[in-house]
């Protein structure tokens, strides 16, 4: 059975992690699968990408009976782990054009929560938890946990969130702004489809733009991000999207955005 489901229909990727069995957890064969998907062309022609698990849980992280060594065994390179999978899946996420939802069905644990988080958009259900038990094991945050936390939930609350390792509801997590939107359950795919249908039929370039420039404002001044607006403002302004969008709002219509 594959690890991975992927689907494409009307410019909406799905990918859903598809090892209910063991909460989704990832182990060798998922850590391929994913990384192939991801790679794959049809989700580049996509416009909108969800990402969400089979079952009832998003992610519960790495398949720690992948990390059981015998005795006088040497330990397992974890260093190597996260660079040859974790870095690069994190990383090919965020560098993904088109916007990303992630919809979070239940737990999502380690580095699962924080796959999630590397997502543009969050939506959890109800009944969803975002823990981080890496000091449980032994270990800190890894797959962005340690660059995502502290940005979205704030310093005291990323601190509490890795020292402690306890467990933070849905609900907590749309109010602390960990997350986008926090839904019934019953309602969360239906929710985040609606989302996806709107971003595909959306301004492509313009998504585009809008994650290029607000992922480069932590790293600028505010001259440098003014001059980044300047740049991208003058760009989109010679797009067709944009000559579109502004006759369709002079002719009270819907756009009708083709991406160039």
């Known amino acids: 059975m594959s690890t991975i489901l992927f689907q494409l229909r009307e410019g909406i990727a799905r990918i ?16 391929g699968e994913l990384m192939q998907v991801l790679r794959d062309s049809r989700v580049q022609e996509a416009r909108a990408l969800i990402l969400t698990g089979a079952g009832r849980a998003f992610c519960t992280g790495q398949d720690l ?10 330990p397992p390179d974890l260093g190597e782990s996260i660079e040859s999978f974790y870095k690069p899946l994190v990383l090919g996420l965020s560098a993904l054009s ?14 699962g929560a924080n796959l999630a988080l590397a997502c543009d958009i969050v939506i959890a259900a109800r009944s969803a938890a975002f ?34 390792g306890d467990t933070l509801g849905a ?4 109010a602390w702004g960990l997350i986008w939107k926090c839904v019934d359950d019953d309602r969360l795919m239906a929710e985040t489809e609606a989302l996806a249908a709107r971003f595909a039929a959306g301004p492509p370039l313009a998504y585009a ?13 505010l001259g440098q991000q003014l001059d980044l607006e300047r740049d991208t403002q003058a760009e989109l302004g010679r797009s067709e999207d944009y000559r579109e969008g502004v006759t369709a709002f002079m002719e009270k219509r819907p756009p009708a955005f083709k991406g160039k």
């Open 16 to 31: 859903t992690l598809n090892r209910p069995e063991r909460l989704n957890s990832i182990d060798t064969a998922m850590r």
């Open 65 to 74: 009976a992948e990390r059981v060594t015998p005795p006088g065994a040497p």
């Open 98 to 111: 088109i916007p990303v939802i992630a919809a979070v069905n239940g737990a999502a644990v380690g580095a």
């Open 131 to 164: 823990i981080q038990p890496f000091c449980r094991l032994g270990l800190a945050p890894d797959a962005g946990g340690s660059y995502f936390l502290p940005r979205l939930a704030g310093a005291a609350r990323a601190m509490g969130l890795a020292l402690t």
């Open 171 to 174: 609900e907590k997590a749309e």
């Open 209 to 221: 733009a809008i994650k290029r420039t607000l992922h480069a404002s932590p790293h600028n001044t």
